[in-house]
T-cell receptor
Framework: GAGVSQTPSNKVTEKGKYVELRCDPI?????LYWYRQSLGQGPEFLIY????????DSGLPNDRFFAVRPEGSVSTLKIQRTERGDSAVYLC??????????????FGEGSRLTVL | AQSVTQLGSHVSVSEGALVLLRCNYS??????LFWYVQYPNQGLQLLLK??????LVKGINGFEAEFKKSETSFHLTKPSAHMSDAAEYFC???????????FGKGTRLSVIA
């Protein structure tokens, strides 16, 4: 596609439920990043993939959060046993180059998650 | 660990006036610095970046920023604001390929006609 695509754009769920958020990066981009943006805050790093493997997952807040990128393209962020504090906009970005700051990151419009 | 402070969560300027958005960083090694812009209902877009070349960096839409090591600053400027500049602006820092981008809290720019 022309840009980074994220689905769903909005997700409302109940506390305790399982949620999956999908990111389709720009074709050919090898690096993929997940960030989380809470109200009034800047984006917060969660995890970074180079190809299929997670190169850095130091930003994942706890073991309820998990992300995969099985074929080196589409990625899914998975959140188990959601809590109200998980409510945020989840941003995905991709880039041509490896390394987290050597190239421009192209961001999607985000998936807004609301946990009731 | 690196960090970014953006002074002023909201800045309001008149159309045609100077835009100045402040960013100070903290980094134990020479940083890479970025400004991103987020227009309403759109994704973050790179405005400009500093990666240890020229200290004055020019970006898109007439914006520029100057890296000042002595002041640990990377303020964003534009000589004349346009209505279309109204958006949220984020400053970000990283440590030369070894760490993820760390973003500031953002500054919302309003432009008054």
């Amino acid at each position: 596609g022309a840009g980074v695509s994220q689905t769903p754009s909005n997700k409302v769920t109940e506390k305790g439920k399982y949620v999956e958020l999908r990111c389709d990066p720009i074709s050919g981009h090898t690096a993929l990043y997940w960030y989380r943006q809470s109200l009034g805050q800047g984006p917060e790093f969660l995890i970074y993939f180079q190809g299929t493997g997670a190169a850095d997952d130091s930003g994942l807040p706890n073991d309820r959060f998990f992300a995969v990128r099985p074929e080196g393209s589409v990625s899914t962020l998975k959140i188990q046993r959601t809590e109200r504090g998980d409510s945020a906009v989840y941003l995905c970005a991709s880039s041509l180059m490896g390394g987290m700051n050597t190239g421009e990151l192209f961001f999607g419009e985000g998936s807004r998650l609301t946990v009731l | 660990a690196q960090s970014v402070t953006q002074l002023g969560s909201h800045v309001s300027v008149s159309e045609g006036a100077l835009v100045l958005l402040r960013c100070n960083y903290s980094s134990s090694v020479p940083p890479y610095l970025f400004w991103y812009v987020q227009y309403p209902n759109q994704g973050l877009q790179l405005l400009l970046k500093y990666t240890s070349a020229a200290t004055l960096v020019k970006g898109i839409n007439g914006f520029e920023a100057e890296f000042k090591k002595s002041e640990t600053s990377f303020h964003l400027t534009k000589p004349s604001a346009h209505m279309s500049d109204a958006a949220e602006y984020f400053c970000a820092v990283s440590e030369k390929g070894n760490t993820p981008l760390v973003f500031g809290k953002g500054t919302r720019l309003s432009v008054i006609a």
